[in-house]
T-cell receptor, first 110, second 114 residues
Framework: KQEVTQIPAALSVPEGENLVLNCSFT??????LQWFRQDPGKGLTSLLL?????REQTSGRLNASLDKSSGRSTLYIAASQPGDSATYLC?????????FGSGTKLNVKP | EAGVAQSPRYKIIEKRQSVAFWCNPI?????LYWYQQILGQGPKLLIQ????????DSQLPKDRFSAERLKGVDSTLKIQPAKLEDSAVYLC????????????FGPGTRLTVT
């Protein structure tokens, strides 16, 4: 069974800092990996989807990379802003199911 | 394009009562997922539909949980009878295909069982 781990569980940074969130998974036979953002009391908002054949995806200040062989993905956030404060979740997809990590709670201080 | 709709947004019930949640996916999306998210954890898949057929319900507690997706569009998830440990957010998501296309989530239903 796929196990997904996100470290750290919580992160606090000053505004403007570049930061990296980590996601690791145990089974490298994946179809894709999706990064989500979750605000308190809200559902999940999709940020980036990386197919297994891709190495990275970019959207604005966000860049996600995927290294299947090592079972790792990173989400890079450039020039962080207070509005980036949220919980970030990664989900690893196999043939027909997604497995979620527990998330990293990010706090960007003004 | 309208997103995934869920209702109610909040529900408080006593243990042993029953409750039902409703989800309407994005128009045209064939795959529908129900997840349970306990506070501080990532979502856990309860059941997955492809059109009106069940693809995976291996983690659905079938003694108390049931779900249906009649006509392959909207879906209901029911809990009967509820237990204290069922307190969680129930999330519905949809995607356009089965092979792990991008998932889109609804706002969720926060259930409190007292």
């Amino acid at each position: 069974k796929q196990e997904v781990t996100q470290i750290p569980a919580a992160l606090s940074v000053p505004e403007g800092e570049n930061l990296v969130l980590n996601c690791s998974f145990t089974d490298s036979a994946i179809y894709n990996l999706q990064w989500f953002r979750q605000d308190p009391g809200k559902g999940l908002t999709s940020l980036l989807l990386i197919q297994s054949s891709q190495r990275e995806q970019t959207s604005g200040r966000l860049n996600a990379s995927l290294d299947k062989s090592s079972g790792r993905s990173t989400l890079y956030i450039a020039a962080s802003q207070p509005g980036d404060s949220a919980t970030y979740l990664c989900a690893v997809g196999d043939f027909n199911k997604f497995y979620f990590g527990s998330g990293t709670k990010l706090n960007v201080k003004p | 394009e309208a997103g995934v709709a869920q209702s109610p947004r909040y529900k408080i019930i006593e243990k042993r009562q029953s409750v039902a949640f409703w989800c309407n996916p994005i128009s045209g999306h064939a795959t529908l997922y129900w997840y349970q998210q306990i506070l501080g954890q990532g979502p856990k898949l309860l059941i997955q539909f492809q059109n009106n057929g069940v693809v995976d319900d291996s983690q659905l507690p079938k003694d108390r949980f049931s779900a249906e997706r009649l006509k392959g569009v909207d879906s209901t998830l029911k809990i009967q009878p509820a237990k204290l440990e069922d307190s969680a957010v129930y999330l519905c998501a949809s995607s356009s295909g089965l092979l792990n296309y991008e998932q889109y989530f609804g706002p969720g239903t926060r259930l409190t069982v007292t």
